[in-house]
Structures are given as C-alpha cells and as structure tokens.
C-alpha cells in the first residue's frame, strides 16, 4: 500500500507518506514556504514525499485528508443555529468562505495535486477520516504498543474537542468524547490570548511564562479560584463545561468577551508586546495548573475504560509537555508515547495510517521498545552537493572535516569556550521540536547563554526557556526521569544534586531577578522551578548528535548541551543549506555547521541580506 496523508487549510499544513506500512516521509508545508504555519495545500511537502518515496501520484493506493469537511461546516451552522442572534457577523464572514471554497475541498485537493505532477483523476481515491481519529492514529499505529489508551485534546476537530480511545493491534475503538463548545484546547487558547500571545502559536509561551508565577500569592489563588467556579466547571472523567457568558469563539472573531473577563479578574487584558507583569505570571500558572488537572482526570478516565498498561497521546494540548510530565510522573502508567508532531500537521501522518489499518485492514508490525518514528527525523537530507553550490553562492569559506570525530571534537571545543552553533545534519524533524538536525546549541553550563541565545540569536522574549539534549545513558545524572524522552515532550524536575540554593524571597523576585538567579550546575536549561523540557539522544536514531554529546562530556564532564530550534522568531525552522546559512548571518551565532562542513562567522563575507524578521 502506498498512502499520502495531508493536512491543511486551518493551519501547519503537511504531508505524510506510508509505503507497505513503513512511515517514508514526512514534512510541513512551512519549512518549503518559508511561511510560519502555512496553512495553504502542502504542494511543496507533498513533492518532497513522491521524490523520497519514488513514486507518482497514480501509484498511489488512496489520499487521504485528516478530518471531515462537511462535519465540521454542520457544526457550524448548528452552533450559529443554536447561538442566534449572536454571532450573526462571524457567520457573514465564515459562511461566505465555505460555500465558495470548503464546500468543495475535493475540487481544491485535486486542483492542488494538479500543481504537483500529472495523474489520472479516476484512479484517484479520496479517503476523509474524522479530525480526532487522525489524531488518535498518529498516536498509537506508530507507538510501541499492541495495546493501549489512547487520548486525543484539542481546540477543536468537527465536533469531538477530546477522545479517549482503545487501541488493540491494528484496530481502535472510540469510548467517550467530549464535543464543541467545551473544549481544553480552546479553554487554554482563551487565556493565551487574554495573556497577550498569538492564539495556535503562543500557547508554549503561556506555559513557558507559567513558573514565574508564584503559587503562594493571593492573585494566584484568586484566579484559581475564579476559573473554577466561574469560568469551567471539572468533571470527575476531565470532561469540562464551560460557561459561555465568558467564552466567544462560538460566535464572534473573538476568543473571549474581554470586558466580562477583565472585570470577573480584576485585570486589564495584556496587549501584545507591552510589560510582563507579576498578575499575569500569576494567571499563567492557575491556568496552567488546572489544564495539568483536566489532562490527568481524563487520563485516569482512559485507564479506568482501558484497563491498558500504556498511553499515546496526540493532538495540540498533548505539546503542553509540563502536563505531559506530571502525567508521568504520575505512575498511572508504566509509559506512554506521545506523537512528536502532535498537532495538525500530526494529522497527515495519522490519516494515512487510519486509511492503511482501518479502510484498507492491513496488520500492523509493532516492534517492541522502540516506536516507528524514527526520531522523527522524517523530512529532507541534503548532500555534499547542495552545500558546496550554496557556500559558492554565497562565497562563503567553510572548512570541510574528513571525519566525524574530528568534526564533533572541534565543534564540542568550540561550544565548551561559549560560542553558538548553528547545526544542520541529516534528514529534517517531522513535528515543532528541533532534535539535533536543525538545532542551534549552546552550553548549558554558562550562566549567560539563555540569555544571549534569545536577545541575540533568536530574537525573542527573556523568559522563554531552552531545552537540554542529554545523552539518553546520562539522562538520571541530571534530571529526576528513568524514562527515554526523544522528542523533547516532557518537562520533569532537575537533579538535587545539581541545584543551587535559592535566596529566601526567591518566589517575591521579579522576573528579571528570577532570571538572572543561578539555580543548576546547568543554569542555560535549568528553567525558574527547577525543571528542563529534555531530549534524550540515542547513538541509534542520530549518531552524529550522540557523538558531538559524548565529544563534549568527554572535554566537559558534561553530555548535556542547550539544544533550541534552528530559526528565529517568527520564522519556520530552516529546512535547506540556503535557509541554514541565511539564518546563520542575520544573527549573532557564531558558527554554523552543514554535514561535515564549518562556516565561522568571523570569515565570512558581508551579507546583504536586510530582511527584518516578522514577529510571533
């Protein structure tokens, strides 16, 4: 069977190809168009997917699109149906865009692989599984378990918000749902927007604000309080409702009704942009406390109907990876997988392999130990070729290594005396997270890297926190897990033995003071609550990433490095040799290494690239 899964048209457009059940190729439209969330039909990820696996479009068993289209447009008009009047401008504007274009996803998705290449319309088969059964498949056909729970929480697909499921071999089994308009996904979005960030992108940074918030201040419980009684009401199974006297994304182009909210809390609405203060590092942390609550009530749910030893999770809240780490931190279960491309773009993967499982009912092989996401490392590889053609456009000097040794120990030198890297190795990840083939790395050791890597390189806010990349072998060294953690999907406390003490009015410190406290042995990942977000690096999914960790403990003592994505606010992470060293001269990094190549910024010519860089 050769399956093309896609995602597109909300946003993170993608596309996923499966070939006699093994994952090929996989890859967000975003990384070609250089466009952030690109949410256009993935003509460019869906090329990159017929080139990797070699085949044609009319070799091609089915297509398969990651959610129902005409579901969601009866959820529409039913919600606007059963909210009217209201909402009546929302419905001017949205319904117009249906009948002219979403009605007719089918004409759009043959017109778009027209782009691509040639093929024959009547051979063609279109397959449309439900949003959440996209998700849910994403989960547990690649996972490495014959059975499990399975928990889908997002904004919303047509009408599920949350699924919990039961996966059995190659068969799923829906058990319980929870439906539009209560929704976590969309509970947590509202407050990323009442908080200033950009709502379907900004919500990492509420949970990156959220531990400069102080659990024992009147404001903090205050707003728990309030959200609690008035905004949510918690169900035992962590299904929500949601009062919707607060709530507009319903019916207007709002996600809240802003007055209400401001006078129920006391508390102006942050514009974007403007000063973090210590109210809303307060509501950062009730609200992210409470969506750790929901997730394990509805995980404790999932294993009461499942009676199942292990979980995958997917969909957008399942990148909340501080929840994630409470949730295994828990015991509930003995592991659990959770899909690195666990959004929308996850979907892609998900439809194709519903299609191979369920529509088409072939077996599944399922290795035990280890999942079918080959690090995630699913997207494009460039050779010696498209290097050595980008430094000869550009100009640009570069040593060539001979040896892979010899590249990691000079690259590991050169991080332990506090230079940047930009690094580019390999096939691209498959997912939001960098995982050491298009990374920018750092020493976790230095007390400025954080803060010179985000005001310096990434161009963005000072509280957002790096993640480390440890040697999987090292991982319980520093960090209190004896679980594998590949994807950088859980947030789990720093080591005692590494912390350093913390003055007694630490938790009344602004957040600048907090910030510029020591607090690890690590202090560039170590973030304000004595936690890291971590990458466990194995010598068998990525050896050159293993090699440049182990080059450097054995210069440091230390296999751990800041590992953050290779890109800058407001721009997707850099897919080609071109991108890489774009992004290498519009910053402060110092290095960049391609493959087996190094480009030193001090050599380089002047680079005329003025482009400013947008903001998210």
């Known amino acids: 069977m050769n399956i093309l899964g896609i995602s597109a048209f909300y946003h993170d457009s993608a596309a996923a190809l499966v070939q006699q059940g093994k994952i090929v190729a996989a890859a967000q439209e975003e990384r070609f168009t250089r466009k952030k969330h690109d949410a256009n039909f993935p003509k460019n990820a869906i090329q990159y997917c017929l080139e990797e696996s070699g085949l044609s479009i009319d070799e091609l068993d089915a297509v398969v699109f990651y959610d129902k289209p005409l579901l969601k447009f009866e959820r529409l008009l039913e919600t606007y149906y059963n909210y009217a009047p209201q909402g009546w401008q929302s419905f001017l504007k949205a319904i117009p865009v249906w009948l002219k274009e979403k009605m007719f996803l089918k004409k759009q998705l043959y017109d778009g692989l027209k782009e691509v290449g040639e093929y024959d319309k009547k051979q063609l088969k279109f397959l449309f599984p439900e949003h959440h059964l996209s998700h849910v498949a994403s989960a547990f056909y690649p996972s490495p378990f014959e059975h499990a729970a399975v928990l889908s929480i997002d904004g919303v697909g047509e009408w599920a918000t949350a699924t919990i499921c039961e996966g059995k071999g190659k068969d799923i089994r829906i058990l319980k749902e929870m439906k539009f308009p209560h929704s976590v996904g969309l509970l947590y979005s509202a407050f990323t927007y009442y908080l200033g960030f950009k709502v379907n992108s900004g919500e990492y940074k509420l949970m990156g604000l959220a531990p400069y918030g102080n659990p024992e201040s009147d404001n903090f419980k205050r707003y728990s309080q309030l959200i609690e009684t008035e905004l949510i009401d918690i169900k035992t199974d962590g299904s929500i409702w949601m009062n919707p006297k607060y709530f507009s994304y319903a019916t207007r182009l709002r996600m809240l009704h802003d007055k209400r909210m401001e006078a129920l809390f006391d508390l102006p609405r942050r514009e974007a942009e403007s000063e973090m203060r210590q109210e809303y590092c307060d509501m950062a942390l009730a609200i992210q406390r ?72 072939e077996e599944r092989q399922v290795e035990q130990g280890r999942d079918s996401m080959q690090g995630a490392y699913l997207g494009p590889h460039y050779v010696d070729f498209f290097i050595e053609r980008m430094a000869k456009r550009y100009k640009a000097p570069y040593q060539q290594f001979n040896s892979e040794s010899t590249l990691c120990e000079e690259v590991a030198r050169l991080i332990s005396e506090g230079k940047v890297i930009g690094w580019m190795q390999a096939r691209m990840e498959f997912g939001p997270r960098a995982l050491g083939a298009r990374s920018i790395l ?30 999987e072998e090292d991982a319980a060294l520093y960090f209190d897990t004896e679980k594998a953690g590949p994807y950088m999907l859980t947030v789990v406390p720093v080591q005692d033995a590494i912390r350093k003490p913390l003055p007694s009015n630490y938790l009344e410190l602004s957040m600048q003071e907090k910030l510029a406290t020591p607090r690890s042995e690590l202090s560039a990942i170590t973030h304000v609550d004595f936690s890291a977000r971590i990458q466990t690096v194995s010598k068998t999914t990525n050896p050159r990433y293993w090699a440049l960790l182990q080059a450097f403990k054995q210069r440091t003592g230390y296999g751990v490095l800041i590992n953050t994505s290779f890109n800058v606010r407001g721009e997707p992470i850099v897919c080609t040799p071109d991108d890489a060293y774009r992004c290498f001269m519009r910053t402060e990094m110092d290095y960049l290494v391609i493959g087996d190549f190094l480009f030193e910024k001090s050599q380089q010519p002047t680079f005329e690239d003025k482009e400013t860089f947008g903001l998210d």
Do not use: W
């Not at 969506?291 to 109907?305: F, H, N, S």
């Not at 931190?329 to 392999?353: H, R, T, W």
């Not at 050791?445 to 990349?469: C, D, G, H, T, W």
């Open 290 to 361: 409470i969506a750790e609550k929901i997730v394990l009530k509805m995980a404790t749910e999932a294993k009461r109907l499942t009676n199942a030893d292990y979980l995958c999770m997917a969909g957008g809240v399942a990148l909340n990876s501080v929840a994630n780490g409470k949730l295994q931190q828990s015991g509930l279960f003995k592991e659990i997988f959770i899909q690195p491309a666990a959004g929308d773009a996850g979907g892609a993967l998900g439809a194709a392999l519903a299609a191979q499982h369920i529509y088409f009912g």
């Open 442 to 471: 750092g020493d976790a050791r230095s007390e400025e890297m954080q803060r010179v890597i985000n005001l310096k390189i990434k161009y963005r806010e000072s509280f957002r926190p790096f993640a480390p990349s440890v040697l």
